[in-house]
């Protein structure tokens, strides 16, 4: 496995990478499971920026909306999206809640059309691998935990540290880095 979301049709996506409500029911999941298993998911996060899909489509529907658009297109092979990518190797397509999404080629045959989140595209918000690890982790322990979590720097950098394998950090600043992610998870976030 390799983050990417099993489907029948030729759409290669990363939702672990890219789609904060499938994170957000994977929590739910991952409370239960040993950490060992969960820090092998969180692998397929990456460690760099991330554009995290925050809107209403499920991972389900950005994939049907992908393969219609190159339905209408009549791409029904890698080289016929190798020449529609051309000459930037790339393109953004809109879906229909008005949400820009990145296509590139894939890297396999069967799914040969790569989707990601456009930068700065309407329901997505910009952020570091390593926060959203953190705060993912935040949440999985305290829902191990009834759901109480002191979240101050101590508690913080034991979790990037001690679970995670990560450096501290040297503060919390409210509404950014991980507090903004924090509250996009408590619902609380404001754009």
């Not at 290669?12 to 969960?38: C, G, M, Q, S, Y």
């Not at 305290?142 to 040297?170: E, F, H, M, W």
Request: proline share 3%; with cysteine.
């Amino acid at each position: 496995m390799n983050g990417h979301v099993d489907t029948d049709y030729p759409i290669t996506f990363n939702a672990f990478k890219h789609h904060f409500r499938f994170l957000n029911e994977r929590i739910i999941v991952w409370k239960k499971l040993d950490w060992n298993e969960v820090v092998k998911e969180l692998k397929y996060i990456g460690n760099n920026l991330t554009d995290l899909y925050c809107g209403n489509l499920s991972v389900d529907s950005i994939i049907y909306e992908c393969c219609q658009h190159f339905k209408k297109l009549n791409i029904t092979d890698e080289h016929k999206l190798a020449e529609w990518l051309k000459p930037l190797e790339y393109r953004k397509i809109r879906l229909s809640d008005n949400s820009l999404w990145v296509v590139k080629q894939g890297s396999d045959q069967c799914h040969y059309i790569h989707v990601h989140p456009a930068k700065n595209s309407p329901h997505t918000i910009r952020v570091r691998a390593t926060t959203l690890k953190t705060v993912i982790a935040l949440k999985v322990k305290a829902l191990k935990q009834d759901n109480i979590i002191d979240y101050n720097l101590k508690t913080v950098n034991s979790i990037r540290t001690g679970c995670l394998g990560l450096s501290p950090v040297k503060s919390l600043v409210k509404g950014k880095g991980i507090d903004r992610i924090r509250n996009l998870f408590n619902g609380t976030y404001h754009n």
